[in-house]
């Protein structure tokens, strides 16, 4: 069924009283009729829990009874707090613009925030409740236009109430409370029925139906508190929260016990948001003038609070209960005790002592998060506590001034030191990463360590920058000779050389010291070892023969052949005490030359001039 006449609902305009608005225009007896006529129950439940039928009965866009029944949900979820049985109406604003606005339902709005007056339900002719089946909504049931009834100035208190119940924003309520615009208004009513249901602190709280007025003038009788409390902020609230704490029970010994449900409802609605403002004095003055537990949850700062419970000390500092209970045993902590309950007891540190030993385990980190900064395995950091380049306490949880292991300073700086020792040109050949010296793969945790002082000081230096100290590459060939195992598998000391050739330990020395023969120095279990490769050896063997291996083949004696072979020219050996020499060598070619017949002895005598000159005495 279509209506002559339809307009489109306001925006704050209440969800009944547009129907009844409609119904009004469109000549109907009220509200209920028009219901009928949409085939919904006649009850504000029928006309406004089905939208899109009554969109569909009434010839409406189903957009504007969406938005009436969404508004509709908003007032359903106020519950007691919603006034339905009657209309609270400002005169003022019927007389600029017929019609209900929403938030006049609120059984805690009183003032109209616009002309500054409390809200009408009452007609002052007749003396009767403004009853929401009126059949026109300007006027009583008694013809009285509720456009020229007189209004009572508001309290500032009621209009701050109202223009937050009403979504106020910035500049629109007065300003006689802390700033809380864009609270939302169920919280808003919440934390107003608590101050103002249990205003008086000597006497015991209503019932809790009191905290649900009907009219608006039980409202305004139970909102009076409000003005007292919010006229001169904070300096009334505050002396207000010290009344309670001063009436609260005296052997209490928590913030809870001491304020009861007071503070426990407050809690419940102002523990963050705008509205925090009204719980932050609580915990303000309870820090500082509350001689019992006060925990972090209780307050709004760390820095409000001057003794902490010993287990929120813990979690501040990320300690252990049982390390700063060693703290206090020995006297690094100011402490004092508290009853808890009937038979118990709890400690509590001073603030600033625990703030003090937070600050210096700071400067110690973790073992995690020291391989982290320096981005190395677990074993590395090991090698470099043990070789000193970083300090390191393995008894540290001993300890409640240290945080962790390993001191900051000691990786911040070796962390400086190692990436500014890099060489000023990069070498060719291969290489092995700081995070690649581990014992699984170098062998010998001493020698490691001895290279990594050695990397310290700048005697084996990086080849090039790097993003992080794990990942500076040196050069296997400096590497190697602080590492003896895992050449000394790959090749021969100077004592296998010997046992295995039959040469003289001495000789070998000889060939090694004069060149003639080439080896790798390593330290092997702290000692100095010079190692040859296989590729070393068969090098030497290709040039040189030793004259005791060239007369052991004839079955003569060495000094025999060097006077054989004098004009071919013998490389002389290391001198002894009865005047021989040792470790004498001939060159395979000079033989060989002989042999043919195409010595050239000039040659020779010049090379072994050049050869005695290069030969340390």
């Known amino acids: 069924m279509e209506l002559t006449y339809l307009f489109e609902p306001k925006a704050d305009e209440s969800p009944l009283g547009y129907y009844r608005r409609l119904s009004a225009a469109n000549a109907l007896t009220g509200w209920k009729e028009l219901a009928l006529m949409a085939e919904v129950s006649p009850s504000r439940s029928g006309l406004l829990g089905t939208p899109e039928h009554v969109a569909k009965m009434l010839s409406m866009p189903q957009p504007w009874t969406e938005q009436l029944a969404q508004q509709e949900r908003g007032l359903r979820a106020l519950r007691s707090l919603h006034r339905s049985g009657r209309d609270a109406v400002c005169p003022h604003c019927l007389a600029e613009d017929m019609y209900l606005r929403v938030h006049w339902e609120h059984a805690y709005a009183t003032a109209c925030t616009r002309h500054r007056v409390r809200l009408v339900d009452r007609c002052t002719v007749c003396a009767s409740p403004l009853d929401i089946l009126r059949e026109h909504i300007a006027l009583c049931n008694c013809s009285q236009e509720l456009a020229h009834l007189p209004c009572e100035p508001a309290t500032d208190a009621e209009l701050w109430l109202s223009g937050l119940l009403a979504g106020a924003k910035e500049g629109d309520a007065p300003v006689i409370a802390p700033e809380v615009i864009g609270a939302e208004p169920q919280a808003v009513a919440q934390l107003v029925r608590t101050l103002c ?135 690094q902590v100011q402490y004092r005790t508290r009853r808890l309950g009937t038979k118990g007891k709890v400690y509590e540190v001073l603030r600033t002592d625990l703030d003090r030993i937070v ?156 060149g003639l023969l080439e080896s790798f120095s390593i330290v092997l279990r702290g000692q100095p070892c010079r190692v040859v490769m296989p590729a070393q050896l068969l090098a030497f063997n290709r040039t040189y023969m030793p004259m005791s291996d060239l007369a052991r083949l004839v079955g003569s004696r060495s000094a025999f052949m060097k006077r054989r072979l004098a004009e071919i020219g013998v490389i002389g050996g290391r001198p002894t005490r009865n005047g021989t020499e040792r470790g004498m060598l001939v060159r395979l070619a000079d033989v060989a030359a002989l042999a043919m017949g195409t010595t050239n002895l000039g040659r020779l005598a010049v090379r072994d001039a050049r050869a005695d000159r290069r030969t340390p005495k």
């Open 359 to 514: 600050a210096m385990r700071q400067g110690w980190m973790t073992g995690a998060a020291a391989c982290k900064a320096l981005d190395v395995p677990a074993k590395v950091l090991t090698n470099m506590a043990d070789a000193g380049l970083v300090e390191a306490d393995h008894e540290w949880v001993k300890d409640v001034l240290k945080g962790g292991p390993v001191r900051v300073n000691a990786v911040e700086q070796v962390q400086a030191t190692l990436m500014a020792n890099v060489a000023a040109s990069a070498a060719a050949g291969e290489r092995i990463a700081f995070q690649g010296l581990t014992s699984r793969r170098l062998g010998d945790n001493t020698a490691i360590q001895t290279l990594m002082r050695a990397i310290l000081s700048g005697e084996v230096q990086a080849q090039e920058p790097a993003a992080t100290v794990g990942t500076l590459q040196y050069l296997l060939s400096d590497v190697r000779r602080f590492f003896g195992t895992p050449l000394l598998e790959g090749g021969l000391s100077v004592n296998q050389l010997a046992k295995l050739t039959g040469w003289k330990h001495d000789s070998i020395d000889h060939w090694i010291e004069s």
């Open 197 to 331: 249901q249990q205003a008086d602190v000597a006497e015991a709280p209503p019932r809790r139906n009191a905290a649900a007025p009907k009219s608006v003038g039980e409202a305004v009788e139970f909102l009076a508190p409000l003005q007292s409390l919010l006229a001169q902020w904070p300096q009334a609230y505050e002396a207000h929260v010290r009344s309670r704490m001063a009436a609260g029970p005296q052997e209490a010994r928590t913030l809870k016990a001491l304020l009861g449900l007071w503070y426990r409802q407050l809690r419940d609605v102002a523990a963050d948001g705008p509205l925090h403002a009204f719980l932050a004095p609580v915990q303000r003055i309870a820090a500082t003038e509350f001689d019992g537990v006060v925990g972090i949850e209780d307050v709004d700062s760390w820095d409000d609070l001057r003794y902490v419970r010993l287990g929120d000390a813990a979690n501040h500092g990320q300690m252990t209960v049982p390390t700063l209970r060693r703290a206090i045993a020995a006297g």
